[in-house]
Nanobody, 126 residues
Framework: QVQLVESGGGLVQAGGSLRLSCAAS????????MGWFRQAPGKEREFVAA????????YYAESVKGRFTITRDNAKNTVYLQMNSLKPEDTAVYYC???????????????????WGQGTQVTVSS
């Protein structure tokens, strides 16, 4: 199990940028693939992006490809999500997740599996 704490959410205008951070704790954090998910009001939680253990491989949902970038710093046990060209439909609570799987398989992670943070709110105004 890994403990995860997200930060960096807030209110931003459409077209703006935000960077989310996810601080992880645990002795084997670097052996986990990491990912970001989001959940808008009245909708199911959806996959956003994932990154492999080394950071060499990434995977994105089509809706954010070209706008969002996921990175990780294993020395700091931290994963980042740089969000550019934000749209009102990006408004959601963003969750960080970790699991011992591939970055592509992270898209199938369910809230009942893996490790999850408490979430950080991102609101994009039009």
């Amino acid at each position: 199990q890994v403990q995860l704490v997200e930060s960096g959410g807030g209110l931003v205008q459409a077209g703006g940028s935000l960077r989310l951070s996810c601080a992880a704790s645990g002795r084997t954090v670097s052996s986990y693939s990491m990912g970001w998910f989001r959940q808008a009001p009245g909708k199911e939680r959806e996959f956003v992006a994932a990154i492999s253990t080394s950071g060499a491989f990434t995977y994105y949902a089509e809706s954010v490809k070209g706008r969002f970038t996921i990175t990780r710093d294993n020395a700091k046990n931290t994963v980042y999500l740089q969000m550019n060209s934000l749209k009102p439909e990006d408004t959601a609570v963003y969750y960080c997740a970790a699991e011992r799987t591939t970055e592509q398989a992270m898209q199938f992670l369910r809230p009942s599996s893996g490790s999850w943070g408490q979430g950080t709110q991102v609101t994009v105004s039009s």
